[in-house]
């Protein structure tokens, strides 16, 4: 049977044109957050507000979670008013926040006690690919499960790839984050290195763009740095806390991850600069103080 009641806790930068994408996708919707502006903007749009994850949960076929960090996700699943508390045997719970694997495996592990099926669904895309709903998502868990969810998860995502049991999306997405951030940083770099020679940072982003070089970094951050836009697509914070997710799962695995230490560095001089909700591009700035120069074009 199709799955047409979806709820979702957590209605930030992400989570609300998230939401928006699954109402627009013909789900009833019911939704939860600390603040009530986000929810009003989606009841107004046709969604049903809930006081609790449980209630959520138990107006839900699969809830859906997108919070900031571990201790949130592990409050909200598994607290006494929480997803677990509230969902029925035979539904769904899909964390797509970037969490510890850790914790992910412990909520799948009490979904199953439960007879909920849990899958760990992180993405990756900033701000923009969450409203066009081409995110890609990572997902861990039964495959079951993730087949079952597929008209959910598509109403969201354009690029979904099965990653594996329980913990494994949030393992492939901290990947993504070690890969993004370690690029981000070289692009940077290479603002850095041509503003301090005096290079048109426009043909800089032109021809890096159409070589070797080529990223999504390059071609949508960079020139945001030149322009001197550091508004958050997703957050220094944020990827701070991915960076150190990835340090803690390199110390279980006994993985050195030199560049993710280097890049978490920069950002923690960003946070300490007092610019934590910025966006990540701002990290030339903490390659600009180093430089004693600015990247603008």
Known sequence: MAITRAGFVGLGIMGR????????????????????????????AGATAAGSAAEVAKASEVTIT??????????????????LAGSARGSYYVDMSTIAPAMSRTIAEAGAAKGVQC????????????????????????????????????????????CGPAGMGETVKLCNQVAGMGTLMAVCEAMMLGAKAGADLNAVVEALSGGAARSWMIENLAPRMAKRDFAPGFMVRL?????????????????????AALAQQL???????????????AMATALERLAGGEIRG
């Not at 994408?21 to 009841?43: I, Q, W, Y």
């Open 17 to 44: 044109p998230m939401a928006h994408n699954l109402l627009e996708a013909g789900f009833k919707l019911t939704v939860h957050n600390r603040s009530r502006p986000a929810v009003d903007e989606l009841v107004a």
């Open 267 to 281: 950002y923690r001089a960003v946070e300490a600069a007092g610019g934590g909700d910025l966006g990540i591009q």
């Open 239 to 259: 990827a701070q806390k991915d960076l150190r997710l990835a340090q803690q799962l390199g110390t279980e695995v006994g993985a050195p991850l030199a560049g």
């Open 119 to 162: 899958l760990d669904a992180p993405v990756s895309g900033s701000d923009v690919a969450a409203k066009a709903g081409t995110l890609s998502i990572m997902a861990g868990g039964d495959r079951e499960a993730f087949d079952a969810l597929q008209p959910v998860l598509s109403a969201m995502g354009g690029k979904i790839v099965y």
């Open 66 to 83: 997108m919070l900031p960090d571990t201790p949130d996700v592990e409050k909200v699943a598994l607290g006494t008013d929480g997803v």
